[in-house]
């Protein structure tokens, strides 16, 4: 298989560049040249497949070059080793709904679905050529963790995590700060989580440095992390008995990564009816969604960290596909959001986008009922991302078997949980013991300057 940039299509790249770099050098994301879609007869065999199985065939296509079948189904079963349920996820019914819930990782939150296989990843390509990598990431809280966890202990490696300083909860913090590795670099950014995705795009712009320190990235534009968290739309969609109906799947997104996985899986032949866009009241998403209006406003703190944010990386490769994967004019919309701020969709191409997507947005106070009702009628705790995917099938009203992706566990969120139900939801016993170990991490201005310093001097 061979990708492109979002911004130009006459460059082709392998999945070995595209994995690694995880931007492309103008700035564009990369999209594969040509569109990959199972015939009826694959897509019939794929059903009943255990997770790993499953997971083996739809990735495959996907790097074909990079790793043989079977080094990549043995990167898959030691990946999914690390997570407490036997098939990775866990599907209940919980009222009219279907909760599929991604959080039985290692750092409690979907994100360890596709960063336990990128670590995987990567420590077998860089033992393959004898290279080494430093990783800068910025997190608005769960990417840090799931991208720690799966880097530290490895040789070849280094991994340094920007998250915005008392932006992410306790508990968010305490999982990354609380790793004793030495190839592990948490820094708390003076600024929101927007600031710290600009310096790391700043830091791969700079090709001196970038080179110097031979960087990779793995934030959700790293088309790695896109194809593995498509198979769990197959998954789930594969455990719902009854077809009669439309299967609709309702996302909490902020940066577009985890729905976009969901039109990929779309795209590849899985019959999904809708995906909801599920946003805070950070709700640049709903807006472009529902009124076609892609327009930046300030950020806002929320119940729900993970999700503040208003420049949303995965949408350019929706917008690349609405505009028939024309990559000059993709580029020039790219820019204009960049000087302006803004894109407004027009009519015909908003109508395309709702053939597929929905969405809705929740202010904090909805979040709080949800979280409170939800728990006085099931006895069940959603953490406060969850319960924006909840309530937003509410808000949209399909038919259908609507199937909401749970993208953390309730225990990371203490204090969205206190203030909506009094109670504290505990962290698994495999992670307690964070609370009380000791905290490493070092705090810096946001300036690209200081933070290029920092790291340089640490790179070994
Ligand atoms: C990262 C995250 C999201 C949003 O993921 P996107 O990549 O923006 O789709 C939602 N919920 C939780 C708990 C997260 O950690």
């Given at each position: ?46 059903k ?36 407490r ?102 820094i ?8 710290c ?20 990235g ?60 599920a ?7 709903h ?6 209006k ?31 994967k ?64 909840f ?70």
């Amino acid at each position: 298989m061979n990708y492109v940039s979002t911004r130009n299509k006459s460059k082709v790249f392998k999945f070995k560049d595209v994995f690694l770099k995880g931007l492309a050098d103008d700035g564009g994301l990369f999209v594969p040249e040509v569109e990959f879609k199972f015939n009826d007869e694959q897509l019939n065999s794929l059903k009943g497949s255990d997770y790993n199985q499953l997971a083996k065939e739809i990735i495959s296509p996907f790097v074909d070059d990079f790793i043989n079948d079977h080094d990549l189904t043995k990167i898959i079963e030691k990946s999914y080793s690390s997570f407490r349920k036997n098939n990775v996820i866990d599907l209940i019914k919980v009222e009219d709904r279907f909760i599929l819930e991604l959080f039985h990782g290692p750092t409690l939150a979907f994100k360890d679905v596709a960063m336990q296989l990128l670590g995987n990843f990567y420590e077998y390509y860089l033992e393959k050529n004898n290279e080494k990598i430093n990783i800068v990431v910025a997190t608005s809280g769960d990417t840090g963790a799931a991208a720690i966890e799966a880097i530290k202990g490895k040789k070849n490696l280094n991994i340094f995590v920007l998250h915005p300083h008392n932006r992410i909860s306790s508990v968010q913090r305490k999982i990354m700060t609380t790793v004793k590795d030495n190839n592990v670099f948490n820094i708390a950014i003076n600024g929101n989580f927007d600031d710290c995705q600009n310096l790391v795009k700043s830091m791969f712009e700079d090709r001196n440095f970038s080179k110097s320190i031979n960087m990779s990235g793995v934030n959700s534009i790293n088309w790695a992390r896109i194809i593995a968290q498509s198979v769990y739309y197959f998954y789930s969609y594969f455990l719902i008995q009854d077809k009669t109906k439309p299967i609709n799947f309702s996302v909490p997104t902020g940066n577009f990564g985890d729905v976009y996985a969901g039109y990929l899986a779309k795209k590849m032949g899985l019959p999904i009816n809708k995906l909801v866009v599920a946003t805070n009241q950070n709700d640049i998403l709903h807006r472009a969604i529902s009124e076609g209006k892609y327009v930046s406003e300030k950020v806002s703190e929320t119940l729900s960290p993970s999700m503040d944010i208003q420049i949303a990386s995965n949408f350019e490769r929706l917008i690349y596909d609405l505009n028939n994967k024309d990559d000059k004019l993709t580029s020039s919309i790219m820019k204009s959001i960049k000087t302006d701020g803004l894109y407004i969709i027009d009519e015909t191409t908003l109508k395309k986008i709702n053939s597929d997507f929905l969405s809705a947005s929740l202010n904090e106070n909805e979040v709080l009922k949800t979280i409170s009702n939800v728990y006085t009628k099931n006895n069940l705790i959603l953490d406060p991302h969850t319960a924006i995917g909840f309530a937003a099938f509410e808000k949209v009203k399909l038919d259908g078997n609507n199937i909401v992706l749970a993208t953390a566990h309730p225990s990371k969120f203490p204090d969205a949980i206190n203030k909506a139900i009094k109670m504290n939801a505990e962290l698994p016993k495999e992670l307690q013991y964070v609370l009380s170990e000791k905290e490493n991490y070092d705090i810096i201005e946001n300036n690209l300057e200081s933070i290029k310093k920092h790291i340089t001097e640490r790179v070994k």
